[in-house]
């Protein structure tokens, strides 16, 4: 079992497509920077797909009841990590969890490379609160 990072939506609305759909510039400049470590890139209106270190990473814009990717903690790991989070902001019913908030507790860092991936993403005016329960996370924007 290797360090994995798991999302699902329960439902899928035209709000949800539409985010996706919003997702996809940031998601693009997210790749152009790690595009030394990623292979086999694709970013289009219906799917997000490439090949890191350990395992692919693959996002579609349509209902994904179950999803993950074993990263190993390998260095695209913060690349993911940043791309959940954005997807994660855009649409509504989407849920992330990952074995990086096991044992987070609101007074130490997330594991792997979570706490620098929310970093990154404030570049792009998303400013989180974290909160994680029952190993999912909730992220609140800070004002």
């Known amino acids: 079992m290797g360090y994995t990072h798991y999302w699902r939506q329960e439902e899928w609305t035209q709000e949800d497509k539409n985010g996706f759909l ?3 510039p940031i998601v693009r400049e997210i790749i152009e920077r790690y595009k030394d470590i990623l292979t086999d890139v694709t970013v289009k209106d219906t799917t997000i797909f490439f090949n890191g270190e350990y395992e692919t990473f693959h996002a579609e814009s349509e209902k994904q009841e179950f999803n993950c990717c074993k990263t190993g903690r390998k260095n695209y790991d913060v690349t ?4 959940l989070l954005v997807l994660y902001a855009m649409y509504p019913n989407f849920k992330l969890s990952s074995d990086g908030f096991s044992g987070y507790t609101g007074t ?3 594991d792997g490379e979570w706490m620098a991936a929310i970093e990154n993403v404030r570049q792009y005016g998303f400013n989180y609160g974290v909160e994680v329960i029952n190993e999912e996370i909730n992220i609140a924007t800070l004002d």
């Open 22 to 24: 919003r997702a996809l």
């Open 80 to 83: 993911i990590c940043e791309i």
């Open 108 to 110: 130490n860092d997330l």
